[in-house]
Every structure is written in structure tokens, then in C-alpha cells.
């Protein structure tokens, strides 16, 4: 059974994703160096950011993926940038669209485009703390437990179906900066798991609950 289980999961699913970016781009290096083990069942096909400046592009750069600048302000409407980013990934034949730190709202063109197949990383374990500045925001409430969160992207800022909570602590003495680190590795984890589990069709959405088929391999630090 494990063996038939590993052979089905070993099986070749190579689906074109699109990365979009704003800043750093650790979460694209997580997605990047995935790939390059074969642990995304994915390829990255383009990476977008809205900024030239952004760390992310040298990332992809450095990966040779192909880059593409979008920036807001070069657009003066909200729609006209929402079309050329819908135009841009219907043009790179993409399936699935992750947003890695990238701090554009995403229109209705380009969730019209690819339905339950925009997702997003926040820093917080959503309900909780949407917005800017959550592990912040985390610290100020005082809570014990926060963590991040990988979520279908609807028209709803950080409000879509949840598909995977990572928690982590917030410590005694703790900084925000300290805590901000600890949960952007619990991201570094749970995006690449979850854009796998998509690509491997593996991912039910039901109105807001979102079910995952599992294998018992899960476990063992394969995804
Ligand atoms: C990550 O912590 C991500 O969760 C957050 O921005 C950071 C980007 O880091 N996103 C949001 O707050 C979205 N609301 P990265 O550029 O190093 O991946």
C-alpha cells in the first residue's frame, strides 16, 4: 500500500503556477527551491511584481524564471491594471496564481479568470488579524497562539476559504520581530505543501470549506 502510494505521488504532475510579489520574496524561495527537489508538482512560469526594486525578481532572476514588472501606479485606473494582469497570466497559460507578499488588491478580472485558483499566505491564523502588519497586530492583542494561514483569495481582503493553518507560539519576552521571523518559516512549510496538494488535484472547495484528500505519506516531511 505505502509502495503504490508512493509511486502514485512520485508520478510527474508539472502545472504552470505564476508567483506574484511585492518585496522579499521568501516565500517564492520556498516555492522555488520546492520545485528543484520536485516537491511542488509545479513549474513556476512567471513571477510578477509590482515593484522593479523588489528582492523577489533577483530571486526568480537568480532561478531563471521569467519576470514581469506590473506596477499600479503606471496604470490609471484600478481596471486597467486588473485587465493587464488577467491578459498577462491568461498569456502565460498559468493554472493557479499564488500570492507570495504581494500587496496589490486582486480585481475581479483576474479572479474571474482563474476561479478557486488565486491563493494567497497571510501572517496571522485568519479570522484573525487581516490586513497590514498582522504578527504586529498578533503581539498588541496579546494572544498566545498566532501563526499564518494559505487561503483561496475571493473579493474579500484575507477573507476567502482556508485551506491550511500553520500555529506558532508567541513566547514569553517575545518581539515582534522575533515572532515575524518564526512565522514566516511556518509559511516557508505551508505554501509549498498546499500549492502541491492543488497541483496534485487534490483540493476540494465546498462554498467555504476546503477538504484535502491525504495521503498517509503526508507525515514523513514529503508534503
Ligand atoms: C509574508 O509574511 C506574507 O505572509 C505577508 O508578507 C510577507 C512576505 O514575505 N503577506 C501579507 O501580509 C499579505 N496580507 P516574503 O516577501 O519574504 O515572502
Known amino acids: 500500500m505505502r509502495q503504490l502510494l508512493a509511486r502514485q505521488r512520485g508520478k510527474k504532475h508539472n502545472i504552470p503556477i505564476a508567483v506574484l510579489i511585492s518585496g522579499t520574496g521568501s516565500n517564492l524561495q520556498a516555492l522555488i527551491d520546492a520545485e528543484a527537489v520536485n516537491r511542488l508538482s509545479a513549474t513556476i512560469r512567471v513571477v510578477v ?6 528582492l523577489g525578481v533577483k530571486r526568480a532572476q537568480n532561478a531563471k524564471i521569467k519576470t514581469e514588472i506590473v506596477r499600479p501606479s503606471d496604470y490609471s485606473t484600478r481596471e486597467e491594471h486588473d485587465e493587464t494582469l488577467a491578459k498577462l497570466l ?6 493557479f496564481v499564488c500570492l507570495a507578499g504581494y500587496t496589490c488588491i486582486v480585481g475581479p478580472r483576474v479572479l474571474e479568470a ?5 491563493l494567497n499566505i497571510h501572517p496571522s491564523l485568519l479570522p484573525a488579524f487581516p490586513g497590514l502588519n498582522a ?5 498588541q492583542f496579546g494572544v498566545k497562539i498566532t501563526g499564518c494561514t494559505v487561503h483561496i483569495v475571493t ?4 477573507g476567502g476559504p482556508i485551506v491550511a493553518q500553520g500555529a506558532v507560539p508567541v513566547l514569553d519576552g517575545d518581539t515582534t520581530e522575533a515572532l515575524a521571523a518564526r512565522i514566516l518559516a511556518e509559511e ?7 500549492v502541491r496538494w492543488f497541483c496534485e488535484r487534490r483540493v476540494h472547495v465546498n462554498g467555504r470549506m476546503v477538504t484535502i484528500d491525504r495521503h498517509p505519506l503526508d507525515d514523513e516531511g514529503d508534503g
Not at 482563474?114 to 488565486?118: A, S
Not at 473579493?155 to 484575507?158: G, K, L
Open 49 to 54: 511584481s509590482s515593484k522593479d526594486t523588489a
Open 90 to 95: 491568461l498569456r502565460s497559460s498559468v493554472e
Open 114 to 118: 482563474f476561479p478557486n485558483r488565486v
Open 135 to 139: 504578527p504586529q497586530q498578533a503581539m
Open 155 to 158: 473579493d474579500v481582503v484575507d
Open 188 to 194: 516557508h512549510r505551508i505554501y509549498p505543501q498546499v
